[in-house]
């Protein structure tokens, strides 16, 4: 079994996030992705973030009835700010022996993971699925295989080096990275709340029953 954790503040989850979680599902071969919201985030501000229970709620809801796609309260059920490398090791022990896991993250957030807690031990402990734009380029963009391999040797190791396919790197210290490019939607949690505040419509952005969700209980407004 492999197994995929897809971590995030979700607030709220869209098509986006779903859409790229499905097609690292599939092209991983994973046989589920864990979408886990972050109860409290330790790179964002947290004022105005909804809270960690209905995010939960919402995640729980865009993922019912899709096959291998599933939602964890792991962060939420553990006190104190949200590491990865914590979660990490939860699911590496809840499924030793049994699964793979893999770490699913935006290049965004991959490009500042050497501010993470303890990264070093989490890069050489799970390998590491980079999700970006497929139209995405070239340094300028961050979104090209050498742009990644370059952060890579300045930052994390300087002895890595691509790996058979395109956007596959390995070291000293890296149990493995994969870039893979997902569909771009161009939706964010950001505009979503802005949509919300200023009453227009959020629909075919999120799930109906997230929308719903967000309705009945008045999030973002």
């Given at each position: 079994?492999?197994?995929?954790?897809?971590?995030?503040t979700f607030d709220p989850i869209h098509f986006g996030h779903l859409r790229a979680a499905l097609e690292v599902k599939e092209g991983?071969?994973?046989?589920?992705?864990?979408?886990?919201?972050?109860?409290?985030?330790?790179?964002?501000?947290?004022?105005?973030?909804?809270?960690?229970?209905?995010?939960?709620?919402m995640v729980e809801l865009a993922v019912n009835g899709e096959p291998g796609l599933m939602p964890s309260d792991v962060e939420i059920?553990?006190?104190?700010?949200?590491?990865?490398?914590?979660?990490?090791?939860?699911?590496?022990?809840?499924?030793?022996?049994?699964?793979?896991?893999?770490?699913?993250?935006?290049?965004?957030?991959?490009?500042?993971?050497?501010?993470?807690?303890?990264?070093?031990?989490?890069?050489?402990?799970?390998?590491?699925?980079?999700?970006?734009?497929?139209?995405?380029?070239?340094?300028?963009?961050?979104?090209?295989?050498?742009?990644?391999?370059?952060?890579?040797?300045?930052?994390?190791?300087?002895?890595?080096?691509?790996?058979?396919?395109?956007?596959?790197?390995?070291?000293?210290?890296?149990?493995?990275?994969?870039?893979?490019?997902?569909?771009?939607?161009?939706?964010?949690?950001?505009?979503?709340?802005?949509?919300?505040?200023?009453?227009?419509?959020?629909?075919?952005?999120?799930?109906?029953?997230?929308?719903?969700?967000?309705?009945?209980?008045?999030?973002y407004a």
């Amino acid at each position: 079994m492999r197994i995929g954790l897809f971590g995030g503040t979700f607030d709220p989850i869209h098509f986006g996030h779903l859409r790229a979680a499905l097609e690292v599902k599939e092209g991983f071969g994973l046989t589920r992705v864990f979408l886990i919201p972050a109860a409290a985030p330790p790179h964002k501000a947290r004022e105005g973030v909804a809270p960690a229970g209905d995010r939960l709620r919402m995640v729980e809801l865009a993922v019912n009835g899709e096959p291998g796609l599933m939602p964890s309260d792991v962060e939420i059920r553990r006190e104190g700010p949200s590491y990865t490398i914590d979660t990490v090791k939860h699911f590496r022990r809840e499924f030793a022996g049994v699964a793979e896991v893999f770490l699913i993250v935006g290049l965004d957030a991959f490009l500042e993971i050497d501010t993470w807690k303890s990264f070093r031990e989490l890069l050489a402990l799970v390998p590491v699925i980079v999700i970006s734009r497929p139209d995405a380029a070239g340094p300028a963009s961050h979104g090209g295989a050498e742009a990644l391999l370059d952060f890579i040797h300045a930052r994390i190791s300087p002895e890595a080096a691509a790996t058979g396919a395109t956007g596959e790197f390995s070291g000293p210290g890296l149990r493995g990275v994969s870039r893979y490019a997902v569909t771009a939607l161009d939706i964010s949690s950001r505009r979503i709340r802005e949509l919300v505040r200023t009453g227009r419509s959020i629909r075919f952005l999120v799930p109906a029953a997230v929308h719903d969700c967000i309705q009945t209980k008045g999030l973002y407004a």
